[in-house]
């Protein structure tokens, strides 16, 4: 037999625990900490809470990755690995389980239930120096959460109306009953609960401070939101907030919206680290675009608004806000631009000409006009990765000019154009077969001056079946619907 194939003192100790847990569990406390991990798996998955239990309790590292290991939620294993954290004296039923309560061998500080960290417990097969532990991206603590025994719970949430599943449910009661001592700690939240109350009590648990991203996925009324600002300013740390659907209630004065729309933008002033602003459907955003953008406290870094109404004084903001100076991602996506003056948008192209990444103009209607005054300042953003022009109306002169104006912008991957209008007859039905004729022409002019990566022309939605004719750099792609004669 080779020496290779020996095995090693942590297979014997793995396979020593899985054939008599009583009598493992006792040595665990002499084990060097690479061990721990190749255990735990082992214990997780034959199912071993005692074993669970007893690991959690003196877990040598600062972060337990539990989520990782769980493809789906797991209740007995969370039981088991909340009553390792849990600091009340072991029970007598547990004789069995009456490890020495060292605070010195147990460093455990966040039990990690997100999904991430997998190379954790990769790595770990092996061998696992105690540095080898997943960071999160540094957060400002507050004061309660900078008690000593503290045990951080990470875990990314979505609230909704329904009552939590089993596992959440007995998650939050845990750190209801233990509000001093465990902190829930959520990255990432989403809310599509439709009534606020429904939620009131959950988000009283978080700590506010650690959440990083915000997705308000619900249809909300702006009374709604307003309330929602209670808990919105005391996220000290949010760096992404996403609002969808906001709608104004018929039933409230203009001077009750005024007070809740001044209730939202206020909170923005605490809002020291939000850089991305994500705002769909936000009907009370006509007008009032300043009174968001004014009270930023610093510069966004990607700015979308989809499926809104703006004015012309909204986009005149929106170019003179210092905190739009800097943006690297702009989308305005379903906003109709037809009737509006488009000038101020070119001062703002010409502004983040250095730092702009994205660009989306998805649906806006632009014309041949409006185009025509922003394409001097678009040929000018030299750090262009994405742009999206989609469901505009472009002549084939003016894509011509588009594509000559776009070609010195040697940094793009993605170029996302509409068909030009030639390609319809009088009826707005596409002509296929002319639509592919004038997409190779426009193609050549592209390749004439630079080497294009991702460029794809799509046509509005098909009227049948509401799918578009796409044509890319390898070949067309259409629906099936036949083409009037």
Not at 131 to 156: E, W, Y
Not at 283 to 306: K, M, W, Y
Not at 340 to 353: D, G, I, N, S, Y
Not at 407 to 421: D, H, M, Q, S, W
Request: glycine share 4%.
């Amino acid at each position: 037999m080779s020496t290779g194939s020996l095995p090693t003192l942590v297979d014997l100790a793995r396979k020593s625990l899985l054939q008599k847990e009583s009598l493992a569990i006792p040595a665990l406390e002499q084990l060097p900490p690479q061990m721990f991990p190749p255990l735990f798996e082992d214990a997780f998955t034959a199912r071993l809470k005692d074993t669970l239990k007893a690991l959690v309790r003196i877990w040598p590292f600062d972060t337990l990755p539990l989520g990782a290991l769980m493809k789906e939620p797991q209740l007995d294993i969370l039981k088991a690995v909340l009553d390792g954290l849990d600091m009340r004296p072991t029970r007598r039923g547990n004789a069995h389980l009456a490890l020495p309560r060292s605070t010195s061998k147990c460093k455990l500080r966040t039990l990690d239930l997100r999904s991430i960290h997998g190379a954790f417990w990769s790595a770990c097969v092996h061998a696992c120096p105690p540095g080898l532990v997943g960071r999160m991206q540094p957060v400002q603590h507050s004061p309660r959460m900078c008690a000593r025994s503290a045990v951080k719970v990470m875990a990314n949430l979505c609230l909704s109306d329904i009552m939590p599943n089993e596992f959440l449910a007995y998650l939050f009661q845990w750190v209801k009953k233990n509000p001093r001592t465990v902190h829930l700690c959520c990255r990432k939240l989403k809310i599509s609960a439709t009534f606020l109350y429904s939620i009131r009590k959950l988000l009283d648990l978080l700590e506010l401070g650690c959440i990083q991203e915000v997705n308000v996925r619900s249809t909300w009324h702006l009374s709604t939101l307003a309330k929602f600002t209670f808990y919105l300013g005391r996220m000290s740390n949010l760096q992404k907030l996403c609002l969808s659907h906001i709608c104004v209630s018929t039933d409230s004065s203009p001077e009750e919206q005024e007070e809740h729309i001044s209730h939202f933008t206020s909170q923005f002033l605490r809002l020291n680290r939000l850089r991305r602003l994500h705002m769909r459907g936000v009907s009370f955003l006509q007008d009032h675009l300043d009174r968001v953008l004014r009270c930023l406290s610093a510069p966004l870094e990607a700015l979308s608004i989809t499926n809104c109404v703006l004015s012309e004084a909204d986009l005149v903001h929106l170019s003179q806000c210092p905190n739009t100076d800097e943006l690297k991602h702009l989308y305005l996506s379903c906003v109709p631009l037809t009737s509006l003056r488009l000038e101020p948008l070119r001062v703002l192209l010409e502004t983040v000409a250095s730092t702009l990444r994205t660009l989306d103009f998805l649906d806006c209607e632009i014309t041949d006009s409006q185009l025509d005054a922003l394409l001097p300042a678009l040929s000018r953003c030299s750090q262009l990765t994405t742009c999206c022009f989609y469901g505009n109306k472009f002549s084939m002169e003016t894509m011509q000019g588009l594509m000559r104006h776009t070609g010195n912008l040697n940094k793009l991957r993605l170029e996302l154009y509409p068909a030009p209008l030639e390609s319809y007859n009088a009826q707005g039905v596409i002509q296929r077969a002319r639509f592919f004729e004038l997409c190779r022409d426009l193609l050549g002019i592209l390749k004439e001056i630079r080497e294009p990566q991702g460029v794809m022309f799509s046509t509005r939605p098909c009227r049948n079946c509401d799918k578009r004719v796409l044509y890319s750099m390898d070949m067309p792609y259409q629906c099936q619907c036949p083409e009037p004669a």
